[in-house]
T-cell receptor
């Protein structure tokens, strides 16, 4: 069974631009979560989607948004990029929402904002 | 708010030896899960071991075991017979067992394995 796939692996954008990251969950998984990883702040939760509905949201500004499609694939979008948005963005999928369902992570997308 | 603290930014171990990574957490909940994740240079977070708070028995997965001290809010990871492939960042994480709560991660411990 294929794992969680994130595209692209690397991305370089300029301050002020917007970016879209993609995540394809493990087949059969319906929940997708996004995390931001930086050296200073560590891993921070962005949001979780289940059955195309946002179930939970972290403490990030409105420039960060996401969505989930009917096939469970998810995208996250960051508008008006800032230098501080440079990070590794990790996506994780699970069979269902709820805390007894283990998360399976992808390899992440490395975003660099210049 | 729940917090997870890993007090050892870096650790090293000789191949075939045993190493213990420390983790403490702060919560007022009684029902929760604790995890250790490994992040090798490939960047993928890999679940190493999981502990349910209401289970007193410490979890074990092959060479990996935990020492879960609920009263002390301590959750350390022991790696036995260390191998070169164990070199990675290790993250301790907490998740409350109610609602759709996210994982709360510690800042990580970088483990080096010396041949």
């Amino acid at each position: 069974k294929a794992g969680v796939t994130q595209t692209p692996r690397y991305l370089i954008k300029t301050r002020g631009q917007q970016v879209t990251l993609s995540c394809s969950p493990i087949s059969g998984h319906r929940s997708v979560s996004w995390y931001q990883q930086t050296p200073g702040q560590g891993l921070q939760f962005l949001f979780e989607y289940f059955s195309e509905t946002q179930r939970n949201k972290g403490n990030f500004p409105g420039r960060f948004s996401g969505r989930q499609f009917s096939n469970s694939r998810s995208e996250m979008n960051v508008s008006t990029l800032e230098l501080g948005d440079s990070a590794l963005y990790l996506c994780a999928s699970s069979f269902r929402t709820g805390n007894n369902s283990p998360l399976h992570f992808g390899n992440g997308t490395r975003l660099t904002v210049t | 708010a729940q917090t997870v603290t890993q007090s050892q930014p870096e650790m090293s171990v000789q191949e075939a030896e045993t190493v213990t990574l420390s983790c403490t957490y702060d919560t007022s909940e009684s029902d929760y899960y604790l995890f250790w994740y490994k992040q090798p240079p490939s960047r993928q977070m890999i679940l190493v071991i999981r502990q349910e708070a209401y289970k007193q028995q410490n979890a074990t997965e092959n060479r990996f075991s935990v020492n879960f001290q609920k009263a002390a809010k301590s959750f350390s990871l022991k790696i036995s017979d260390s191998q070169l492939g164990d070199a990675a960042m290790y993250f301790c994480a907490y998740r409350k067992n109610s609602g759709n709560t996210p994982l709360v991660f510690g800042k990580g411990t970088r483990l080096s394995v010396i041949a």
